[in-house]
């Protein structure tokens, strides 16, 4: 299986929706018009929407050392990924930011940005020709302490993605390696930004499969064991969602009419 890449540079910020309203309400006016702000930003080249399914406790296989059950009191809803055409968009998207920053009391209750350097996130190569994703699943790790930020990325970018390209059941792989999180960074009015670092991320994977077979028996299989008892000596925890819903509404730094799954 290919392991060729295209380097980027991408954000992600980490959502939970208010709890006084229906969780259905938050999601359906998040892709409706808390969408249309974000993706009139300039200089993007994608903004993906990830709906994440509300029943989530965890789908990484049990490891020694590694916390793979979600926690309930910061189970994440969603998590809006953007890509950049270039370290230039996100001074061109100050001002159209100041709109959504206004916007998210109406939906969220606590936002969090995770950024990485140009070139951190690495999209792969892995889609067979005529195949689409049929599922989903987004991946937050944590790195385990005494780890130094760049050997964690070197086992993520040498280790680990080659290792998932090389299982030939994916048809789709992302990868965000971040830069320590700051709330200085996405310190938005009125909503929660609380972060401990004890609960802080270093990295992501979106893992796409053809089909939700596929992905169980990915999961299930002797080949992750085996590449999650590695993982286990440089992270504490992976955190597996499965995804309900991937919308795209920017693509190749066009506005869709419509979002795209």
Do not use: C
């Amino acid at each position: 299986m290919s392991t060729t890449f295209s380097k980027r540079f991408s954000s992600s910020i980490l959502l939970w929706m208010r709890t006084d309203k229906p969780r259905e309400i938050g999601m359906n006016y998040w892709k409706g018009p808390h969408s249309r702000i974000i993706s009139a930003s300039p200089g993007l080249d994608e903004y993906r929407q990830t709906h994440l399914a509300e029943t989530n406790p965890g789908l990484w296989p049990a490891t020694p050392g590694l916390e793979t059950g979600i926690p309930a009191g910061r189970k994440i809803d969603g998590v809006a990924q953007v890509a950049f055409q270039s370290v230039f968009s996100v001074l061109a998207g100050r001002e159209q930011n100041k709109l959504a920053f206004k916007d998210e009391i109406n939906v969220f209750r606590r936002t969090l940005l995770y950024l990485g350097l140009p070139n951190w996130s690495r999209w792969y190569d892995v889609a067979r020709p005529g195949e689409k994703v049929g599922s989903r699943v987004l991946v937050y790790l944590r790195r385990r302490d005494g780890v130094g930020g760049g050997a964690f990325r070197r086992f993520i970018n040498a280790e680990l993605a080659p290792a998932l390209a090389g299982t030939g059941a994916l048809q789709e792989l992302r990868t965000e390696t971040f830069l320590p999180w700051s709330k200085a960074l996405w310190n938005t009015p009125n909503v929660a930004h609380d972060n401990p670092g004890d609960q802080q991320f270093h990295a992501s994977l979106m893992l796409g499969f053809p089909d939700t077979a596929t992905q169980a028996a990915f999961f299930a299989g002797s080949s992750l064991a085996s590449l999650s008892a590695r993982l286990a000596r440089i992270a504490s925890a992976a955190h597996a969602y499965q995804v309900g819903e991937a919308l795209t509404f920017v693509r190749d730094g066009v506005i869709l009419p419509h979002y795209q799954e």
